[in-house]
């Protein structure tokens, strides 16, 4: 009777977790969907994939669409024998984003059925952890591989808790699933960072395995978990294999090309650490708005700068001067948030409630649970340190530097996921703890009394005198302020006292605004923690007597808490007509579209795009070959919408083919370093964009688009009369900058397959691309002579083979992005096609660890039934005798 009532609690409780997620994204049942940017970029990369993969009913390993050509492996591809992908598919059977609110919330809950064996303790630790603002702002922009991962974050660690607390069968099968299923949401990133928490946890429980003499168990264990994962990646052996060897062509890979590198290696120190969260900003965790919250700021927060830029404009009158530099002041849009990050979507706020109970559990948890307390302290610590990146370059230099694979992730910010699990485990924990436990009263009292009253007495000291202990402004803004003074100076002298004193009272108002928002967040804090120290103080006095409405009461405190805060970040503003999600990328105006883009900034940037899209439209119409475009009236290469209707040599992907974006930093970033390297000019450009098959350059903005043909484009293949040896890749990417592309083939000495080529000039030489996939390019040709085949395809070193008349040639990287074979004199056939190897072996590793993966769960279901029916046994017996 008694399993059968839990039952019904956690079957309730999981009902209650699809309630939440679907109020919380209400508007989806009225047929509206979230609008995420990241996931328009994403439709524009995925269209022509797509298309063929509709056309031929087969999967498609390579697209054009971005970036000259690169694989669709982190795009999008889908893969044979994905078994593991339709239970995920099963589990997230809510629409979207109310599937990923829910996959946070049952995911936890099962780890804490595991760590408490009671649902109410699951059930409120579900709310700590799911209400991490973080995870909204994830959904907001469109982040959903990384939410994805994270939601799995918590059932896999219940996998691995139970296997080191012997449950060796249960702890298996749990750990094999789970694992299988977050690699499956590949985002690696998150996975490495699961991985960096887990390494703390391994640390301890073996240093307790050894005082405790339990090492053979912690091995045991420590074996069993390996196993699951191994098993966990044949499940995604295609996918991971894939990745794997398409990350060492990327950014993320080796470079040979040092003229701008500091490290050849993996992703630059800057790089990596540009996105480096504030010592002081991790307590963001704690107070939203202590730096201002996100970098797009609600206008009625600052009331105070907006009153005093009106006053500022009337007060400078007619004069034409002033008026020029008001409008320069004006436009440049001001933040509330002054953190230490470039920008931000919102503050990794893990909710008052979570945090003050982590204080608590920092002196009130010990006994059994204390291994788990070091783990959680330990790991959430390690995840401050390195979340501060450049604002403590000592230790994140050491783990870039030395750490496997660490310098191979960007925005180190991101690794609070860590404390952002860590924080509300610990939080239950310690809500777990203070009923459950045999401490005395007198302990937990006092620990309320000096941790609580402290956290309170601190809270009240930032309230009142926050606004003199914090700056409230960034270096870059005093930076910005100093510059636009000294251009007021070289402009009219006379100016500077003016302006000096009008931009200082306008920089006091913007202060007051951020005063004003960490003061309101200070007490609403303030008064989330003294309800929580209120509700266990009046339990230990007896006031309320039922341990159970103090925990749902805190649970209800935590979720009001955490979901005003994430609907500053995520709310009906996100939500649009699905028919807009489902075709971001309009080529006229409908009545529809136009009343929702009046109302809905994120429509009106859709609706802002129409004549850009009609023309890029018309273009693919009218023009049936196969060509490239350069589309400079958006940022090319943080873009995707252009490669939705035609190929494009820009795009938008964090890991783009390195030697592609050589050369994109050599050839379109304008770097003036490059100059000592002879690149004065847009020579080297030029030659870019014609052997890329550039047909077309559209210039403007997206309003009023204008498109230029450009006739010196190459075409999908060309014959080189000459060869341009070079020695290094350094020699070889400067040497597109003068060297006539159109007849001469860049080669390197080192690289080359054919040591012997030679050619001969044929005048009445042709090679033209007769059929064309993604995946499989077919050319005729012709010449007098033996020539150097020249494709505008990129170069790839894994995948690509070529066939001239059926027979075999070795593939050749030329002007240090394209490919080339060596063509004899005659008429050909000439085929490129796109076989990866990795995918194939991939789909047999696939196939037997899917068979793993089936005796896994029937054997351990088996020998769970066995075990129970045994003990029910013995139960039976014993109560006979």
């Known amino acids: 009777m008694k399993n059968k009532k839990n039952l019904l609690y956690v079957l309730v409780s999981l009902l209650l977790f699809v309630v939440i997620a679907l109020v919380y994204c209400a508007p989806i049942l009225s047929g509206k969907s979230v609008i995420q940017p990241d996931i328009i970029n994403y439709k524009g990369s995925a269209q022509e994939m797509l298309n063929y993969q509709d056309k031929t009913n087969e999967n498609v390993y390579w697209s054009d669409a971005m970036f000259g050509g690169m694989p669709t492996y982190q795009t999008g591809a889908k893969y044979d024998f994905d078994v593991i992908k339709s239970i995920d598919s099963v589990i997230r059977f809510l629409p979207r984003p109310a599937d990923y609110i829910f996959l946070l919330f049952a995911g936890f809950f099962i780890l804490g059925l595991t760590v408490f064996k009671k649902w109410k303790y699951a059930l409120v630790g579900a709310i700590f952890f799911s209400f991490g603002s973080y995870y909204f702002e994830l959904i907001a922009a469109g982040h959903n591989g990384k939410l994805h991962t994270i939601g799995y974050f918590a059932p896999l660690i219940a996998g691995i808790l139970l296997l080191y607390r012997k449950k060796y069968i249960s702890g298996f099968v749990l750990t094999t699933l789970f694992m299988g299923l977050q690699l499956q949401a590949n985002h690696i990133q998150m996975t490495f960072y699961l991985f960096l928490a887990m390494l703390v946890f391994a640390i301890v429980q073996f240093i307790d395995s050894i005082k405790k003499k339990e090492l053979p168990d912690f091995l045991k264990s420590s074996t069993l978990v390996v196993v699951a994962v191994i098993i966990a990646a044949g499940l995604n052996a295609n996918r991971l294999m894939s990745t794997y060897e398409y990350s060492k062509e990327t950014t993320r890979g080796k470079s040979e090309m040092t003229l701008l590198k500091k490290n050849s290696n993996g992703l630059d120190h800057d790089y990596i650490t540009q996105w480096s969260y504030g010592k002081l900003e991790t307590l963001n965790l704690f107070i939203p708005n202590l730096m201002g919250g996100g970098s797009q700021t609600n206008p009625e927060d600052l009331k105070n700068y907006t009153s005093e830029l009106q006053n500022t404009q009337y007060s400078i009158g007619e004069d034409e001067f002033n008026q020029q530099v008001f409008q320069a002041v004006a436009s440049q849009p001001r933040s509330a948030y002054w953190g230490d990050q470039p920008g931000t979507s919102g503050p990794a706020y893990q909710g008052a409630v979570v945090v003050f109970l982590f204080i608590i559990g920092l002196f009130m948890v010990r006994g059994k649970f204390s291994t788990y307390k070091k783990w959680l302290v330990g790991a959430t610590f390690l995840s401050f340190v390195l979340a501060w990146g450049k604002n403590l370059p000592f230790i994140t230099n050491l783990f870039i530097d030395y750490f496997p694979m660490y310098d191979k992730f960007r925005a180190v910010s991101s690794i609070l996921v860590i404390a952002e699990f860590t924080m509300p485990f610990l939080a239950i924990l310690t809500l777990y703890y203070f009923f459950n436990s045999d401490e005395k009263e007198e302990f937990k009292k006092k620990v309320l009394y000096i941790a609580g009253g402290s956290t309170v007495a601190i809270l009240v000291i930032l309230y009142l005198f926050g606004g003199m202990i914090f700056p409230f402004s960034s270096p870059d803004e005093k930076l910005m302020t100093e510059q636009l003074i000294g ?168 890991a783009k083919l390195g030697k592609y974006q050589d050369v994109i930093d050599i050839y379109f970033s304008q770097n003036p370093e490059l100059k000592q390297y002879g690149i004065k000019d847009e020579t080297g450009l030029i ?78 030489s042709k090679i033209e691309l007769v059929d064309y996939s993604p995946m499989k390019m077919t050319y005729k040709s012709s010449s007098s002579t033996d020539q150097i085949a020249v494709f505008s395809e990129i170069y790839y070193p894994h995948g690509w083979t070529a066939t001239i008349d059926g027979k075999e040639i070795p593939i050749e990287k030329a002007n240090y992005v394209l490919r080339a074979v060596p063509v004899q004199k005659g008429n050909h056939t000439i085929v490129m096609e796109f076989k990866p190897q990795v995918i194939s072996t991939g789909n047999m590793i696939v196939i037997i660890s899917n068979i793993l993966l089936l005796i896994v769960v029937v054997g351990g279901v088996y020998l769970g039934y066995k075990k129970c029916s045994t003990k029910e046994n013995l139960n039976l017996a014993t109560k006979k005798a």
Not at 565 to 575: A, G, S
């Open 487 to 654: 251009q007021i100076q070289q402009a009219n002298p006379n100016a500077v006292g003016v302006w000096d004193g009008l931009i200082k009272r306008l920089d006091e108002a913007l202060i007051l605004d951020r005063i004003a928002m960490f003061k309101a967040d200070t007490l609403r804090t303030l008064l989330f923690v003294v309800l929580t120290l209120g509700l266990m103080i009046a339990y230990l006095f007896k006031v309320i007597k039922k341990p159970a409405i103090v925990v749902f009461a805190i649970g209800a405190l935590a979720l009001i808490d955490g979901y005003t805060v994430n609907k500053r970040y995520l709310n009906d503003d996100n939500f649009v007509s699905k028919y807009i999600v489902d075709n971001p990328f309009p080529t006229e105006m409908s009545p529809r579209l136009q009343s929702e883009a009046e109302n809905n900034n994120n429509v009106a940037q859709i609706a802002y795009k129409i004549p850009l899209n009609n023309l890029l439209s018309n273009i693919a119409k009218q023009d049936k070959s196969h060509f490239r475009v350069y589309n400079t009236a958006l940022s090319t290469f943080n873009e995707a919408g252009t490669s939705y209707f035609v190929p494009s040599i820009g795009g938008y992907h964090a």
């Open 687 to 764: 030659n870019v964009l014609n052997m890329l098959n550039t047909k077309y350059i559209i210039h403007g903005d997206p309003t009023e688009p204008k498109v230029q043909q450009n006739p010196t484009a190459q075409g999908s293949a060309w014959f080189a009369s000459n060869i341009k040896w070079t020695e290094n890749a350094n020699d070889e990417i400067l040497a597109i900058n003068s060297t006539p592309v159109n007849n001469t083939v860049i080669l390197r000495k080192d690289l080359v397959n054919n040591k012997n080529l030679n050619v001969s000039p044929d005048t009445a």
